[in-house]
């Protein structure tokens, strides 16, 4: 099956820098997601992105499906940004989500 | 905005014994899934739902695992005799169309003692 690896597997920031947070896939990508879990442990769906760039506010996403990767990036992070990012991508029916093992980020004041 | 309700969010039960987690989708959704996440670690698949028959389950979805949709808005995952390794988050989530707008419940942190 499908394989998703994401990159740093942690991440410090102050307050106001900006990440990039990345995701690899070993098959084609056809419904690559992004979601937050906050430090509450909810699940937050933050963009379905199988190709090209969506923007909502300081987060953005960009996929590039031929070369079977997606980043998302964080600007002016907030502690609020704190928490785990998750990419996933549906398996080949469409029937289940694979998840990576997720981002950890901590930004601090 | 529509939300996936889980109940309870919270349960520790004893080794051995029956739980029943509960969620309600979202009224229009279609596709039904549970998942489950051990603490530290990412979140895994266990099976997806539609038309009232299983469509897809993991290998952690051995025989002590079921769901059912017993009316037209709640769908149950039940763990028959359950293992200290089931204690995790398992988290409900429906979508109206496959592979892409997922919604998730805010989980159910399951104890087994």
Redesign the interface.
């Known amino acids: 099956g499908i394989q998703v690896e994401q990159s740093p597997p942690d991440l410090i920031l102050q307050e106001g820098a900006n990440s990039t947070l990345r995701c690899n896939f070993s098959d084609s990508v056809?419904?690559l997601?992004w979601?937050h879990q906050n430090p509450?442990?909810?699940?937050?769906?933050l963009f379905?992105i199988p190709s090209g760039t969506k923007q909502n506010g300081r987060l953005s996403a960009t996929t590039v499906a031929t070369e079977r990767y997606s980043l998302l990036y964080i600007s002016s992070s907030q502690t609020t940004d704190s928490g785990v990012y998750?990419c996933?991508e549906?398996?080949q029916?469409?029937?289940?989500?694979?998840?990576?093992?997720?981002t950890t980020l901590s930004v601090s004041s | 905005e529509p939300e996936v309700t889980q109940t309870p969010s919270h349960q520790v039960t004893q080794m051995g014994q029956e739980v029943i987690l509960r969620c309600v989708p979202i009224s229009n959704h279609l596709y039904f899934y549970w998942y489950r996440q051990i603490l530290g670690q990412k979140v895994e698949f266990l099976v997806s739902f539609y038309n009232n028959e299983i469509s897809e389950k993991s290998e952690i979805f051995d025989d002590q695992f079921s769901v059912e949709r017993p009316d037209g808005s709640n769908f149950t995952l039940k763990i028959r005799s359950t293992k200290l390794e089931d204690s995790a988050m398992y988290f409900c989530a429906s979508n109206r169309e496959l592979g892409y707008g997922y919604t998730f419940g805010s989980g159910t942190r399951l104890t087994v003692v």
């Open positions: 056809n419904n997601q979601f509450w442990g909810q699940l937050i769906n379905y998750f996933a549906a398996n029916a469409g029937t289940a989500l694979i998840f990576g093992k997720g």
